[in-house]
């Protein structure tokens, strides 16, 4: 009987000392989970009725292209069910690509919509979907349709791949509602002379298709083809900034045209420099 009682005794301390280290192995890696960032797992906010309301028009897959994200508080899953925060969905991205272009459709508001599929450039799964307002591309080249309609409207003034990197650089990083305040501006500085060394004579700017009356007026008439795209620009600088030589002739130019669909559409970045 009391060897007995002794083996029940010894199977009891057993078993405690088992359920003991379980516990502890299961709260240490509770902690370690806790602590660590897993960012496979963001807070999500589900919408069935959000999914519900759009219909799919088509999808394209479109050349990867570097892109920033501005001004979005979210992006969201394929089939929009999902949204997340984009500050803390794009935290761990050194670099953001858009590899395709969807068009949805809106049961609701009987719109159409358009959205890029992003990934981090690693490969070309999409990690999330983003509405095309919020979308502004890095790399614009000065040979596009858009930035030879500006450009032609400063006869003798040339083309530069240097000022054009400043053009998309300055169209990321001040349409970028987190890069505000003065220590942004000499950020800017610093990575525009060190794209092209002959900054001292730099002058940019961005002319705003909403800035007061008469420029929300022409903005209208561009969007009714009432004028063309050239001659909008042409009426936009002169009406903003003054005689399209007010910098004088023969410089490098290099122009950044927000397009149709993005919240910046009407608006465009002229950087000219003086030194030839």
Do not use: C
Request: glycine share 4%.
């Amino acid at each position: 009987m009391n060897k007995n009682k002794s083996i029940a005794i010894s199977i009891t301390v057993l078993l405690i000392s088992i359920l003991f280290l379980f516990a502890t192995n299961n709260a240490q890696a509770a902690e370690v989970v806790h602590k660590a960032p897993i960012k496979s797992n963001l807070p999500t906010y589900k919408s069935l009725y959000r999914k519900n309301n759009y219909r799919h028009i088509w999808t394209k897959h479109i050349n990867k292209a570097s892109v920033d994200i501005v001004g979005s508080p979210f992006l969201y899953s394929k089939n929009l069910y999902n949204s997340y925060k984009s500050s803390q969905a794009l935290e761990n991205y050194v670099d953001v690509y858009v590899v395709s272009k969807e068009k949805l459709y809106n049961k609701k508001n009987h719109k159409y919509y358009v959205f890029y599929g992003i990934n981090d450039g690693t490969s070309h799964d999409i990690k999330y979907w983003v509405r095309d307002k919020w979308v502004v591309f890095l790399n614009q080249s000065n040979k596009s349709y858009y930035n030879e309609k500006v450009i032609s409207i400063f006869n003798g003034y040339s083309t530069d791949n240097n000022i054009q990197s400043i053009a998309n650089l300055y169209a990321s990083y001040f349409d970028n509602p987190v890069n505000k305040g003065y220590q942004y501006l000499i950020d800017f500085d610093d990575q525009a002379s060190n794209i092209d060394h002959n900054t001292k004579n730099l002058h940019r700017f961005e002319l705003k298709h909403d800035k007061d009356n008469y420029s929300n007026e022409i903005f209208k008439q561009l969007n009714s083809n009432k004028i063309s795209f050239k001659n909008y620009v042409y009426k936009l600088y002169r009406h903003q900034i003054g005689n399209i030589y007010k910098f004088g002739k023969h410089k490098r130019i290099g122009v950044y045209v927000y397009q149709k669909g993005n919240k910046y559409y009407g608006n465009v970045i002229i950087v000219i420099n003086d030194n030839k």
